[in-house]
């Protein structure tokens, strides 16, 4: 597609519920991050994926947070046993470079969760 | 670590130049400085990146000084579309890629 595509663009579930949230980059990415931004605060980094594997899962906040990446497109954010302080945007982002490259990222709009 | 250092908000008049600086003092040589920018309810958008010299693009203008310890992102005539937070990263390098490592942020009102 043109753009990252997140879905869905907003999801409440109830506390204990498991999510999860899907995230389509643009055709030919190889690599796809996301962050988590909660009201008023920066962005928080949680994965990064390049290809099919993680090399970097340093932000993901608790074993409750899970991601994975399959043919090298979409990647799916899971979180089990959501938590009201999992409340939060949560951004996809993708680009074509190799670790080392210097592009920029494509951000999609985000999945807005709302936990109750 | 977001390894910079942002105003947490400014104003600008409508039509005049918007100067917003940034302190990277621990960047590393081989470091680049990015701009994106989030306005409400959109994902964060990209700018512009330099390593030293100064650049433009049809958004922007980025000012690195000499030493690379800050820079200042410059919007030549700002609209009211340009209110949105601004965010200054220094991009990570490692084996592992070069994730960002965003801050709060500035938040830019751009006053009629």
């Known amino acids: 597609g043109a753009g990252v595509s997140q879905s869905p663009s907003n999801k409440v579930t109830e506390k204990g519920k498991d999510v999860e949230l899907r995230c389509d980059p643009i055709?030919?990415?190889?690599?796809l991050y996301w962050y988590r931004q909660s009201l008023g605060q920066g962005l928080e980094f949680l994965i990064y994926?390049?290809?099919?594997?993680?090399?970097?899962k340093s932000g993901l906040p608790s074993d409750r947070f899970s991601a994975e990446r399959t043919g090298g497109s979409v990647s799916t954010l899971t979180i089990q046993r959501t938590q009201q302080e999992d409340s939060a945007v949560y951004l996809c982002?993708?680009?074509?470079?190799?670790?080392?490259?210097?592009?920029?990222?494509?951000f999609g709009s985000g999945t807005r969760l709302t936990v109750v | 670590d977001a390894k910079t250092t942002q105003p947490p908000s400014m104003d600008c008049a409508e039509g005049r130049a918007a100067n917003l600086p940034c302190n990277h003092s621990?960047?590393?040589?081989?470091?680049?400085v990015y701009w994106y920018r989030q306005i409400h309810s959109q994902g964060p958008q990209y700018i512009i990146h330099g390593l030293k010299n100064n650049e433009t693009n049809e958004m922007a203008s980025l000012i690195i000084t000499e030493d690379r310890k800050s820079s200042t992102l410059i919007l030549p005539h700002a609209t009211l579309r340009d209110t949105a937070v601004y965010y200054c990263?220094?991009?990570?390098?490692?084996?592992?890629?070069?994730?960002?490592?965003f801050g709060t942020g500035t938040s830019l009102t751009v006053i009629p």
């Open positions: 621990t960047i590393s040589g081989n470091e680049y």
């Open positions: 982002a993708s680009s074509p470079q190799r670790a080392g490259g210097v592009y920029g990222y494509t």
């Open positions: 055709s030919g990415h190889t690599a």
């Open positions: 990263i220094v991009r990570v390098m490692g084996s592992t890629g070069n994730q960002f490592y």
């Open positions: 994926f390049q290809g099919n594997s993680a090399p970097d």
